[in-house]
C-alpha cells in the first residue's frame, strides 16, 4: 500500500467494524467511495426487499453481493457476476461465494507485517517523514477493522487474518527497509520477519529487502549475503526512492544497482521486484516510474522481475516494455493495493489497469497480490475478483481478452506457481465444482509456457 486511501475515500470514518467479516470490509471500501451515496441509495431498495436494515444487510455475503450489483446498475456495465436474487434472497450470494472457493489456488505476491518490536516515536527512532507513513498505515489499519490500527499489523494477525481467515494459500512476505527513517533499523526487521517463516514454513515465502545502495555498495552487497544465508530469503523486494541526499536510485545502474544482481546470480536468488507506481508522501514520484526494468530484464535474463502495484498509475510503461518487446518472458506485475483502491472506486480504471496488462504483457505474467495485512483480512479482495470482469464495451473498443475463469487461475496462483516453484496440491480449498477440475489443484505445478 502506500497512499492515503483515508483522504481518498471519505465515508470511511466512525464506522468501527470487525477484521474478520470481510463481507462488510469489502461493502465498507465500495459504499466510501465516490458511488457511495448512489450505492447506498440502491441498497435501501435492496434492504426493504428483504427486509432487513441496510447496515444488516452490508454485514452479509448478500449485502457484499448487493454493492455489487448496485455498481453494475449505476455504471450501466457489467464489472461484476452478479444476479438480482443474490442482494435480495438471503442464501443466493453465500452459496455462489462459496462455491466460487473451489477453483483457485491462491498465492498472495504481496503481504506484509509492519509493527516492529520497538515500535515508532518521532524523534528518538523516527523521522516525521518516517511518522507520516506509520500514521497512514494506522489509520488504514483502523477503518479495515484493526482496532489498534499499526499495532495490530502483527506476526499474530498475520497468521489469523491471512493464513487462517482467508482463502490464501501461500503468502509472500514482503519487507519494509527504509533504515533512513527508522533510527538506522529497518522498519521492519529481518529477525522480526522471520518468526513469520519459522511459524508458518510451508504457507510462507520469504522475501528480503532493506537494501540502499545510497547508503554504500559494499554494505549493501554484505546484507543480501546476510539476509541469504542468515535468514534464508528466496528473493528481493526493494525500493528504488529512499531518504538519502540522493533521494533515489535505478535498477539498470551500472555501479550501484548491477553489483546487486551479480552477487544474486551466486547467491541463488533468482525472483527479484521492486515497488513501483503508487508514488506516495514525500517520495520522489520519478523513482515510481518502471522504465529501468526494461534493461535489466535483457541484461540478466536467468532472473524474474517483479513490478509491484503494477506500476499504477503507471501501468501503460510495463504494459509498454512487452507490448513492443513480445520475446521478452521474465517481467512479471502484481496487483497489490491497485486492485483494492480501483475497484471500489474506479471500477472502469480496474477494468483498464487489468485489461491493459493482460492484453500486453500476457495472462501468464500478471499476478494476484492485496498488501495484506495492510487491508486486514484479504478475503474481500478476493470475492471480488472472482467476480470482477471486464465489461464487454471495453473488451470490444480496446482489444482487451476477457477476464476468464481460466485466466484467473493463473493470475490467482498458477503463474506464481510457476515463479516460485510451489506446489499447487497444496491448495486449502478443493475443488467444488466439476467444472474446475484437472485445471490445476494435483499434482505438481503446471509448467505453462509463454
Ligand atoms: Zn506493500
Redesign the pocket.
Known amino acids: 500500500?502506500?497512499f492515503n486511501f483515508i483522504k481518498h475515500l471519505k465515508g470511511l470514518d466512525n464506522l468501527p467494524t470487525e477484521p474478520m467479516n470481510h463481507y462488510e470490509q469489502g461493502s465498507r471500501f465500495f459504499t466510501g467511495g465516490h458511488l457511495g451515496p448512489q450505492i447506498n441509495d440502491k441498497l435501501e431498495g435492496y434492504a426493504a426487499k428483504g427486509r432487513w436494515s441496510r447496515r444488516e444487510m452490508l454485514k452479509t455475503a448478500t449485502g457484499f453481493a448487493a454493492v455489487m450489483l448496485a455498481v453494475n446498475e449505476i455504471t450501466g456495465m457489467k464489472f461484476f457476476d452478479v444476479d438480482k436474487a443474490e442482494a435480495v434472497e438471503r442464501d443466493a450470494a453465500e452459496e455462489k461465494f462459496i462455491l466460487a472457493k473451489g477453483g483457485n489456488f491462491v498465492v498472495d505476491q504481496?503481504t506484509?507485517i509492519c509493527w516492529r518490536n520497538d515500535g515508532y516515536v518521532e524523534g528518538v527512532n523516527t523521522t516525521k517523514q518516517g511518522m507520516w507513513f506509520v500514521d497512514l498505515l494506522d489509520g488504514l489499519g483502523k477503518a479495515m477493522g484493526f482496532e489498534n490500527g499499526i499495532r495490530d499489523m502483527t506476526v499474530e494477525n498475520f497468521g489469523k487474518v491471512i493464513l487462517e481467515e482467508s482463502d490464501t494459500d501461500i503468502a509472500i512476505f514482503?519487507p519494509f527497509g527504509f533504515r533512513e527513517d527508522y533510527g538506522g533499523k529497518d522498519m521492519v526487521p529481518i529477525e522480526e520477519q522471520a518468526e513469520i517463516k519459522q511459524r508458518w514454513p510451508d504457507r510462507t515465502i520469504m522475501m528480503g529487502g532493506g537494501l540502499t545502495p545510497n547508503q554504500g555498495v559494499g554494505e549493501t552487497l554484505d546484507r543480501l549475503q546476510m539476509f541469504v544465508e542468515d535468514y534464508k530469503i528466496e528473493g528481493l523486494k526493494l525500493y528504488t526512492f529512499d531518504s538519502t541526499p540522493k533521494k533515489g536510485w535505478w535498477l539498470d545502474d551500472l555501479e550501484r544497482a548491477y553489483p546487486i544482481w551479480e552477487k544474486c546470480q551466486k547467491l541463488g536468488i533468482k525472483n527479484v521486484g521492486c515497488?513501483k507506481g503508487i508514488p506516495f508522501g514525500q517520495f520522489m514520484a520519478r523513482y515510481a516510474h518502471a522504465e529501468d526494468f526494461d534493461r535489466v530484464c535483457d541484461d540478466f535474463l536467468d532472473m524474474n522481475w517483479i513490478v509491484?502495484h503494477s506500476a499504477w498509475p503507471y501501468h501503460e510503461e510495463i504494459a509498454a516494455l512487452k507490448m513492443f518487446k513480445p520475446q521478452r518472458k521474465n517481467l512479471y506485475s502484481e496487483l497489490?493495493?491497485t486492485f483494492a483502491a480501483t475497484v471500489t472506486n474506479r471500477p472502469i480504471d480496474c477494468a483498464h489497469v487489468i485489461g491493459t496488462l493482460l492484453r500486453d504483457l500476457g495472462e501468464d505474467y500478471l499476478m494476484w497480490g492485496t498488501?495484506s495485512t495492510?487491508w486486514a483480512n484479504p478475503q474481500w479482495q478476493i470475492d471480488a475478483l472472482r467476480r470482477f470482469q471486464i465489461p464487454n464495451e471495453l473488451v470490444e473498443g480496446h482489444g482487451y481478452p476477457q477476464l476468464t475463469d481460466e485466466v484467473k487461475k493463473k493470475i490467482f496462483g498458477l503463474n506464481a506457481a510457476r515463479l516460485w516453484g510451489l506446489d499447487t496440491s497444496t491448495a486449502r480449498v478443493k475443488l467444488a465444482d466439476d467444472k474446475f477440475a484437472g485445471i490445476a489443484l494435483n499434482g505438481k505445478p503446471q509448467n505453462i509456457t509463454a
Open positions: 500500500m502506500e504481496h506484509h514482503n515497488h509491484f497489490g493495493s498488501d495492510l
